[in-house]
């Protein structure tokens, strides 16, 4: 998976395809949207979803902890997507794995299980966390009237930027959204859909297409 470096608002930020950002003076692994658990939670509903996605979101996680070697990672909301469910318990066995590296969770609206199974996963829950003049919150809309410069960095709504090819072909391709007050992390797990943001004029926007990371 390709990274690009991106300085801004005097941070250094790696940018993952695989769908993360690392903040490197921090040592902060940071995604959004894992939704661990929904595919189960479709499949009691019945209705067909592979069963090997969850694996699949947690294997490119390893890969990206493998690589950039953080102290902490950082969800930024809907870790996982509804009751506890043999999901979950797969992600339990998973962070075994780390038992070294801090696992912090800003609550999203799809983290609705007991509090004490996010302890006993080892995952400490914020409302919402400052770093650095950088406020994580899962919805960007649920952030304060004033902050006083700090930088809004969230999740929630699944960035994408439509692409037009030849023949009027187009995709819609998940993207990292950087605007003036606010950034939008794209949904870490595959098993989501895109929405297509109203670009600022002076938003950096960088898509994720075939393993690599275009700025655009």
Known sequence: MEDIAF?????????????????????????????VGKSAHFRKAGIAVPA????????????????????????????????????????RLWRRQFPHIAFEL??????????SVYTSLDIRQYDFLELDDVYFVHDAADRPATLSGRYVLSGHIH???RMVGYGRQSLRLPCFYFGLEV????????????????????AEVFVIAEKKVIRV
């Not at 801004?8 to 930020?13: I, N, Q, S």
């Not at 800003?106 to 509090?115: K, L, Q």
């Open 52 to 91: 090997n996605i969850v694996q699949e979101d947690l294997f490119r996680l390893q890969q990206l902890i493998v690589r950039y070697m953080p102290e902490r990672v950082i969800v930024v909301g809907d870790m996982f997507h509804s009751r506890a469910n043999n999901e979950v318990e797969y992600f």
């Open 183 to 202: 950034a939008v992390l794209p949904a870490f797990s595959n098993f989501t859909g895109t929405y297509a943001l109203e670009r600022e004029a002076e």
């Open 7 to 35: 300085q801004f608002r005097g941070k250094e930020w790696m940018l993952s395809a695989g769908r993360a950002l690392y903040w490197t003076s921090q040592r902060a692994l940071i995604v959004a949207d894992l939704h």
């Open 159 to 161: 960035p994408g930027v």
């Open 106 to 115: 800003i609550t999203g609206n799809h983290d609705i299980m007991d509090a």
